[in-house]
């Protein structure tokens, strides 16, 4: 499961984020080939970069599986990959695909929205300190406003659920009625980029190669 998170320019996809904490390279790979389409088809990234979650920029870094990974996903002419990416780095908003097992992805994604949330509750009570702080916070009000709708989940919608035969976006539990809205436009993204029929034939392309 693809998670879809705000950053300095706008988003990127962080995959997997959950539903597979045990991976292997080729799963990997997958991973940044469907990550890639759907940034492409459906968030309208034209040639959407690709890189792998490391302890380190360099190619050497990581485990045996991650180090085959990152030369399955370089050698791979349909994905962009730009290299293994240092979790401090990832955003900066320079890559639009994450890639990593649903463990790490797990870990990600629970650190960003502890310290998204930590943050703005420290900005909140910075304001709150003074008269002076509460007239500098009107000030503001329009930005901080514009922050919090752009970190807004409601405005993704969903996750999108890939590799499955069809369009399929999960949405949250709580979601309202504009979260489904937009995750139903997902969705539709979805059908018209033909997303699913584009990743099959690209699964089936990297089956056929491995059994060469």
Do not use: W
């Not at 960003?112 to 709150?128: H, N, P, Q, R, S």
């Not at 399929?168 to 997303?195: E, L």
């Amino acid at each position: 499961i693809p998670t879809i998170i705000p950053n300095e320019t706008g988003c990127f996809m962080l995959i997997d984020s959950g539903a597979n904490a045990e991976v292997n390279s080729d799963m990997l790979l997958q991973f940044g080939m469907m990550g890639s389409v759907y940034m492409n088809k459906v968030m309208g990234r034209k040639d959407p970069a690709v890189a792998l979650v490391n302890n380190g920029a360099e190619d050497t870094k990581g485990t045996p599986m991650y180090r085959e990974a990152h030369g399955l996903l370089k050698a791979n002419p349909a994905i962009r990959f730009v290299g293994n990416i240092e979790p401090r780095d990832i955003m900066a908003g320079e890559v639009d695909v994450i890639v990593c097992d649903g463990f790490v992805g797990n870990v990600v994604l629970k650190l960003t929205e502890g310290v998204a949330g930590a943050l703005l509750g420290m900005l909140k009570d910075i304001f709150m300190q003074s008269i002076v702080t509460k007239l500098c916070y009107l000030g503001v009000k329009g930005g901080l406003r514009n922050l919090k709708h752009m970190m807004d989940s409601e405005e993704i919608g969903g996750a999108p659920l890939l590799g499955v035969q069809g369009a399929v976006v999960k949405a949250h539990g709580s979601s309202n009625a504009h979260a489904f809205s937009c995750a139903i436009d997902q969705a539709i993204k979805m059908v018209n980029g033909h997303v699913v029929e584009i990743i099959e034939k690209g699964v089936a392309k990297m089956n056929s190669q491995d059994a060469q």
